[in-house]
């Protein structure tokens, strides 16, 4: 019986997949792939370049193929089953990571190969992919003894599937809350956007009234607008225990168990921590590093957050009596805030923000920035009718890249957004595969009266995913394995936060900003509403994400080994860091993706990283035009040269100089 994962194909052939392809089609990928690496291990040729490092950056096609579909999909349209398969493959996918990275015969030849690799002509790319090869062996355990070796495979066995019950419990959590409002008087406050929208999640589920969620798109208005407080400490203390309650959900003995076996991996491997391990490869060097960039700016920072509260407390005190102010107050107060010092509002603001517009606006700037067009595609296949696709043309009309749009919430899609690959791009022997990329959102639906109408994060977020798509879209490498995002995670969010820069440029805002009824441009006073506004409540912001980072470094920097209280160990962590009242109820750690399921354990902190390269980044735009095209050429080669380059060096060579905090303090308004 033929299997279309397991057939050649150049797109993805969704349509034709059934969910019990993937596992007996990962299975045998992996046999295939195992023969390929047993076939360069076993060369009887002298080791080079050509017959062992790129012979391996070739091997094992089908298997990333169908991989990639796989883990994409059980992320954007999971079932139960899908779960159920990735509890069963990831097992054997480690096992097989390991049976690589522990050969041998195969780390002799990779290791002959880069001793004497000045012998051979070696492009600085290949030079770079060769190291890469080097490293990533002696990171990850050639060096052990057998016994050694057997102890990490049981190790990372482990830990993959810890990690992905984290995730599939918090995907359950998520799922299972629902509010139920019957009482039309309980929605005082809400946007009418806000209650159409719970009422047809209500009609989708055969029930009256209206209905409200922990997605992103039901959640953040209801917190935001809600004027009934005790309906907002519910969904807040919904939100905030999400893998923290008693039942089969709760994460906190998943965590201990991962942060103890990252912890022993990282020893096993002459580290001194899982963050010692993780940051050798990336900006910061070091755990130190780390915690000195989040502290000074805590310090930095914190004062003015403290002074946002105490005002938004008075405010809450003198307008509605609230009195302590409690962190389910925070958004609602914080936007009657902002419309009384700016009169503006998510409501004013979505009529300029029609999803389609602001597509549109993201093709346009890349377009001026690059020469990128885009082009809608109906004849690739995709994996949900929300989805679109769309051919990415270069200046002269060649086609680099293909890609996916996925943006509304569904059950069987995680919470959030983020931008992943089909399929990196590559030229080996000048055989060009483009890139496959994909956006993945979960934006305010349209209903049946209006279309989908965004708010202004949810405008950032797209600008901000499709900057890491501009990072894959545009990859100009040899080798896959080196292309697009595959960058040092300190750097990897430069492209993607530097692009959200446009979302309060006038120039940029009046190519797509526009009424989704009149076709209005957002008028000025609005746009400058906008940009007064940015700042508003950065300071909170700003201590908020460090105590995120914060909190990963304390998770992952010293041995956890005595942490028997997840809950203490948190509420400790955020003592320097706290600006409301202890929350006894609620847990952050236990819901925490990035680090516990994601790629970001020990490298949370690049979010603010990333924002100082990005602050600086578009300060040179903003000195010289923000379609600047000399500019944008350097900028472009910045992210066409993927992992090819140091990324300092990279960032040096675009910017003509080091990052340094002052751009990002000065345009949050933290320093004058």
Avoid at 160 to 185: C, R, W, Y
Avoid at 237 to 253: P, R, V, W
Avoid at 395 to 412: E, H, K
Wanted: hydrophobic content about 35%.
């Amino acid at each position: 019986m033929q299997n279309p994962l397991l057939e050649k194909f150049e797109f993805p052939p969704f349509s034709k997949i059934k969910t019990v392809d993937y596992k007996p089609a990962i299975l045998q990928a992996i046999e295939l792939a195992r023969q390929e690496i047993d076939s360069i291990a076993n060369n009887s040729e002298t080791p080079n370049f050509r017959n062992t490092i790129e012979a391996m950056e070739l091997s094992g096609e089908t298997l990333n193929r169908a991989t990639s579909i796989f883990f994409n999909l059980n992320s954007a349209e999971t079932t139960d089953e899908m779960q159920q398969i990735a509890q069963e493959i990831s097992p054997a996918l480690s096992e097989f990571a390991n049976d690589i990275r522990l050969n041998q015969h195969l780390f002799e030849r990779v290791k002959q190969v880069y001793e004497n690799r000045e012998n051979e002509d070696l492009t600085d790319e290949q030079n770079y992919l060769l190291s890469k090869q080097y490293k990533s062996f002696a990171r990850n355990g050639a060096n052990l003894s057998p016994e050694e070796q057997q102890k990490l495979r049981e190790i990372d066995k482990e830990l993959a599937q810890l990690t992905l019950k984290f995730g599939e419990n918090v995907l359950a959590e998520t799922n299972a809350f629902h509010l139920q409002i019957d009482d039309k008087s309980l929605l005082e406050g809400l946007p009418d956007y806000v209650k159409n929208q719970a009422q047809e999640t209500a009609k989708t589920q055969g029930k009256t009234g209206w209905i409200f969620t922990l997605q992103a798109p039901s959640y953040l208005p209801f917190m935001q607008y809600a004027k009934n407080r005790e309906l907002r400490e519910k969904m807040y203390l919904a939100n905030g225990t999400k893998g923290f309650q008693e039942n089969a959900f709760n994460n906190e003995k998943n965590i201990l168990k991962i942060v103890n076996l990252r912890h022993q991996r990282a020893k096993l491997l002459g580290y001194k921590s899982h963050a010692d391990y993780v940051l050798e490869e990336r900006m910061a060097k070091n755990p130190e590093t780390v915690n000195e960039f989040l502290n000074d700016l805590l310090q930095k920072a914190k004062p003015f957050a403290e002074k946002e509260i105490e005002n938004l407390s008075k405010f809450a005190k003198k307008t509605e009596g609230i009195n302590p102010l409690q962190p389910w107050d925070h958004a609602y107060f914080a936007e009657k805030l902002k419309q009384q010092k700016f009169s503006l509002s998510d409501e004013e603001l979505k009529p300029y923000f029609k999803l389609e517009n602001v597509i549109n606006g993201a093709f346009e700037v890349a377009k001026k920035l690059f020469g990128l067009q885009f082009v809608e595609n109906a004849e690739i296949d995709t994996y949900h009718p929300d989805v679109k696709v769309y051919d990415v043309l270069d200046a002269q009309n060649n086609r680099i890249s293909v890609l996916y749009t996925d943006f509304f919430p569904r059950p069987g899609k995680r919470p959030g957004a983020w931008m992943t690959t089909f399929r990196d791009g590559s030229k080996v022997n000048n055989h060009q595969k483009i890139p496959q990329v994909s956006i993945v959102c979960n934006f305010t639906p349209p209903t049946a009266s209006t279309p989908s109408l965004l708010t202004f994060l949810e405008v950032t977020t797209l600008f901000h995913e499709f900057g890491h798509a501009l990072h894959a879209m545009l990859a100009n490498t040899t080798y896959e394995s080196l292309a697009g995002t595959n960058v040092y995670w300190d750097f990897v969010e430069l492209p993607s936060q530097f692009l959200e820069n446009y979302c309060y440029e006038p120039e940029a805002l009046q190519l797509f900003a526009k009424h989704y009824e009149t076709g209005e441009i957002i008028p000025q006073d609005l746009i400058d509403k906008v940009k007064n506004a940015a700042n508003f409540m950065e300071g909170y912001q700003t201590v908020r994400q460090l105590s995120f980072g914060l909190l990963d470094m304390a998770w992952h920097a010293a041995d956890p080994s005595g942490i028997d209280d997840v809950y203490q160990y948190e509420q400790q962590t955020f003592d320097s860091t706290r600006l409301y009242p202890v929350m006894h109820r609620t847990n952050m750690s236990t819901s925490f993706s990035h680090i516990f399921q994601g790629g970001y354990s020990s490298g949370y902190y690049s979010y603010k990283w990333a924002e100082v390269l990005d602050a600086d980044a578009f300060a040179y735009f903003k000195e010289n035009g923000i379609f600047n095209a000399e500019i944008a050429k350097k900028y472009y080669t910045l992210l066409s040269s993927g992992g090819t380059v140091e990324p300092m060096k990279l960032y040096e060579n675009f910017r003509g100089k080091k990052p340094n905090n002052e751009a990002l303090l000065k345009r949050a308004g933290i320093l004058r």
